[in-house]
């Protein structure tokens, strides 16, 4: 099994920064990817960014340029760095951890969410 704890969530104005943590307990296999999504009500859960265990990463057009995703391999722990937000970049975010067993098969686990609100 595998715990995701989450932390670094809150309220900022628009245009300032966040940074959020996450930190992942457990069975975490050699092979994961640890990412975060969010999501804002009424809409569909999103991949905001994600990253491999050698560094590899993913991220959503909308936040491309102003959100850095960085891993601490070490201690199993995901951060994304959040400058310049938006309003709409308010919402639930989700830590996730991808643990792969073959190459295209996983376990899927999900953090508990932090909350993030952008005030204009």
């Known amino acids: 099994q595998v715990q995701l704890v989450e932390s670094g969530g809150g309220l900022v104005q628009a245009g300032g920064s966040l940074r959020l943590s996450c930190a992942a307990s457990?069975?975490?296999?050699?092979?994961?990817?640890m990412g975060w999504y969010r999501q804002a009500p009424g809409k569909q859960r999103e991949l905001v960014a994600s990253m491999d265990t050698v560094g590899s990463t993913n991220y959503a057009e909308s936040v491309k340029d102003r959100f850095t995703i960085s891993r601490d391999n070490a201690k199993n722990t995901v951060y994304l760095q959040m400058n310049s937000l938006k309003p709409e970049d308010t919402a639930v975010y989700y830590c996730?951890?991808?643990?792969?067993?073959?190459?295209?098969?996983?376990?899927?686990?999900w953090g508990q969410g932090t909350q993030v609100t952008v005030s204009s």
């Open positions: 457990g069975s975490i296999f050699s092979v994961n990817v």
């Open positions: 996730n951890l991808r643990n792969y067993y073959s190459v295209s098969s996983y376990l899927n686990y």
